[in-house]
């Protein structure tokens, strides 16, 4: 997976602002983020955001996995995951 410049920029401006935290955490779904991300001049869409959350999870050890499973938050990343039942 080829990474995305902008948001790379955008989650690196996120996690040094507590505000823009909150506002992450509190977004629907990664659309909204994305468009958070765009008022804030960055671009990059959902699927950027599903694409890179996808590739960061598949680098991560057996026990980090573990952890993040159990909703343990893992320092230096941003999760934003919902299990959708239809």
Do not use: R, Y
């Not at 992450?24 to 958070?36: E, G, P, Q, V």
């Not at 573990?66 to 039942?85: D, R, S, Y």
Request: glycine share 8%; with cysteine.
């Amino acid at each position: 997976m080829t990474s995305n410049p902008q948001l790379e920029a955008f989650l690196s401006k996120v996690k040094g602002d507590a505000d823009l935290l909150k506002q992450f955490h509190s977004a629907a779904c990664l659309n909204d983020i994305a468009a958070m991300g765009a008022g804030m001049g960055f671009q990059f869409t959902g699927v950027d955001i599903l694409l890179h959350q996808a590739s960061a999870t598949l680098k991560l050890s057996a026990d980090a996995l573990e952890a993040l499973a159990a909703g343990v938050e893992l320092e230096g990343h941003l999760w934003k995951m919902a299990i959708q039942w239809t």
